[in-house]
């Protein structure tokens, strides 16, 4: 299995929606959640960069689909949050409309990581990208952000429960404890991307048997 630098991780583009992304070729991971369940603040973590992805105590915040490369055709993309009460519910039904087409038409998306505050986890929303990830067979990694917030028996009886949860959708989904303020499930995040971006790395000329 490869592992890749996470910190050399750049910015390359914000789109409005899935038809402005770039040609879907190579592999992309997801990172989608409610609105501020800290997305953009794992992304820094994981890259180990303050400012890579906007973060911001105003959930919303991230309002276009924000791409970032690893390495040629290895991509992490910030999705906007969901379930945010302010947007009106026309912005909201389309958003989620896009969100859906994304799962279900990329094809570089080989994986999605969802992310819950894990004080108020497995929310309606987060359930329909748990189980649309299943429908269409991409491996989940649900993250239970900000566990600084609890004691650590609070936080290891939401990680049972949540696993819990999880396996009755059936799936290939990982539940972990994430704290980007303390550090915590980092190492699980990146074993994991690791494991996607390698398994379904697309075959390149230099791989190829020699041939006349
Ligand atoms: N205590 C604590 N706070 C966190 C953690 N992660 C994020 N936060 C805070 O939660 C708020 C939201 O974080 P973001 O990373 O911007 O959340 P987001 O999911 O990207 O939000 P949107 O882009 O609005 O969907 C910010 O004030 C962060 O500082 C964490 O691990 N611990
Ligand atoms: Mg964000």
């Known amino acids: ?92 039904r389309k958003w989620q409309r896009a969100l859906g087409e994304y799962l279900q038409k990329r094809h570089s998306l080989k994986g999605l990581v969802v992310l819950m505050d894990i004080r108020h986890p497995m929310k309606d929303l987060d359930q329909q990208m748990v189980q649309w990830a299943v429908g269409v067979d991409i491996p989940v990694l649900v993250l239970l952000t900000k566990s600084d917030k609890l004691a650590s028996g609070a936080c290891k009886a939401q990680l049972n429960q949540v696993r819990e949860a999880a396996a009755a959708f059936e799936g290939d989904i990982q539940v972990e404890a994430f704290s980007s303020l303390k550090k915590t499930g980092v190492d699980k995040l990146r074993l994991k991307l690791d494991s996607w971006f390698s398994e379904t790395l697309p075959v390149t000329d230099e791989e190829l048997p020699y041939t006349e």
């Not at 992304?43 to 973060?55: C, D, F, G, M």
């Open 1 to 92: 299995m490869t592992s890749y630098n996470y910190h050399m991780t750049h910015f390359v583009m914000s789109a409005p929606d899935i038809r402005h992304l770039p040609t879907d070729t190579g592999i992309e991971v997801a990172f989608a959640g409610r609105s501020n369940a800290g997305k953009s603040s794992a992304l820094n973590t994981l890259t180990n960069q303050k400012s890579l992805a906007r973060t911001s105590k105003t959930p919303g915040r991230t309002q276009l689909i924000n791409l970032f490369e690893v390495e040629p055709e290895i991509r992490l993309v910030d999705l906007p949050g969901y379930g945010y009460a302010e947007v009106p519910e026309e912005m909201k």
